[in-house]
C-alpha cells in the first residue's frame, strides 16, 4: 500500500469531517494456502497475506460518538453512541467496525468514540477476508490511538468475537490471525488451538513458481446458515467421539474414530475432511520446509477433492476453475476460504501461467458463466500503520 493511498485517505478524512486524523493504517485480506474449515476445530491453517488492503484514517472523539464512513459502500457518514452498541442489531458494513469497538469495550479496554474513514482494495464477498480486513485495521488504529499495548493475536481474538458476538457470523480465528500476523514473503503456520505461529518463507517467484487467485465472481456470506451447519456438524462430531475438538483425533487414528460414529454418514464425512486436512497442512510445512515447494501441488488438489465431497462446500464454479486449471497443466489448485462461491487458488509453472489463465476464462466463457477475474498472488505484509 502506497504512502500515496495514505495520503488520499487522509484527505477524504478532513474533507468528511473537516478535521486531521491522528494516523492511518492498513490491513490485509489473505489467501490461504491449506487447512480449510479447521480452524474452527482447534485445528491447523496456513494463510498468507495479500496486497490488498483496508486502509483506515482514525482520530479519536472524547464524546463517545462513533462515527464510520466507507468509500466503497454508498451512503454517507453514519453517527452512533459507543454506550448504545448492542450485538446483533446492525445488518449493515458498519457492523463489523463498530462490533470491533463494541468488543474492545466488552472487554474492558478503555476506547471512546472515533471518528473513522475507510477505503478498501480487498473484494467484497470473494472468499478473501474483506470482513477481517476492516475489522483488524479498526482495532489496530484504536490499540495504538488508546495505547491498548494489545498483541496482533490477541486483536485477533477481539476481532473474531466482533463478528461471531456482534455481528452474528460463527466464524473461526483464521482471517483475523492472518490479516494481524502474516509477513510479507511467508506463509503463516498457525495452531488454531494457541494461536502459536511460525513463518514459513513461501517465495514461488525464486523457484519459478506463481500462485493464482481466481475469484469466481460468486458471492458467498458466513452469517448465512450452511457454514454454521458445517460448524455444528463438526461439533457433534467432537462429542460423539468424546474430544474437545476435531483437531484431537490423530490422522493415525481416523478409520477407528470413523467406525465409532457409527451410521451418521453427514458427520462422518465432516470428521474424515478435519482430520485429513490437519494431516494436509503438515504435509505442506514439512514440503516447504524440505524445500519440495513443487510436491504440495497434489496436496492441495487433494484438499480441494475433501472440500467438495465431503465437507460439500464447494460450487459449481469452484469446481471449474480447479479442473480446468489442472487438465491445462497447473500444479495444484484447490478452493480457498470458506466455500460456497469466492475463490480457487492455482499452483503453476510460470510458464504455464498464461495457458492456465487463458483455459479458465474460456471455460467460465463457454459455461455462459461471469468472467472470473484472476490475479497472481506473492505475500505480502500484515496489519500496520502507514502514517
Ligand atoms: C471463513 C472463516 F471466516 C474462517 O474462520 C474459516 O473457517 C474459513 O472460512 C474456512 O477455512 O473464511
Known sequence: MSVDTAAT??????????????????????????????????????????????????ARRDDGVLRLHSEDVRGG???????????????????????VVWALRNAGHAVGGADVHLASTVPAGAGLSSSAALEVVVALA???????GLKGWQLARLCQRAENVYVGAPVGIMDQTASACCEAGHALFLDTRDLSQRQIPFDLAAEGMRLLVVDTQVKHSHSEGEYGKRRAGCEKGAALLGVDALRDIPYGELD???????????????????????????????????????????VLTEGHASLRDDF??????LDLVVD??????????????????????????????????KAVEDAFAAAGLTAPRVFEAVPAAGARRLS
Open 9 to 58: 485517505v487522509a484527505e477524504r478524512f478532513r474533507e468528511l469531517y473537516g478535521s486531521e486524523p491522528e494516523g492511518v493504517w492498513a490491513a490485509p485480506g489473505r489467501v490461504n494456502l491449506i487447512g480449510e474449515h479447521t480452524d474452527y476445530n482447534d485445528g491447523f491453517v496456513m494463510p498468507f497475506a495479500l496486497p490488498h488492503t483496508a486502509v483506515a484514517a482514525v
Open 77 to 99: 457518514v453514519v453517527e452512533l453512541r459507543v454506550d448504545d452498541l448492542a450485538p446483533e442489531t446492525d445488518r449493515a458494513w458498519t457492523a463489523y467496525p463498530a462490533g
Open 142 to 148: 484504536l490499540n495504538d490511538l488508546y495505547e491498548l
Open 256 to 298: 477407528a474414530a470413523l467406525a465409532r460414529i457409527g451410521d451418521d454418514e453427514e458427520v462422518r464425512r465432516l470428521v474424515r475432511h478435519v482430520v485429513t486436512e490437519d494431516q494436509r497442512v503438515e504435509r505442506v510445512v514439512g514440503l516447504l520446509e524440505s524445500g519440495e515447494t513443487r510436491a504440495i501441488g497434489p
Open 312 to 317: 460439500r462446500v464447494s460450487c459449481r464454479e
Open 324 to 357: 480446468t486449471a489442472l487438465t491445462a497443466g497447473a500444479l495444484g489448485a484447490r478452493m480457498t476460504g470458506g466455500g460456497f462461491g469466492g475463490s480457487a487458488i492455482v499452483l503453476a509453472e510460470a510458464g504455464d501461467v498464461e495457458g492456465i489463465t
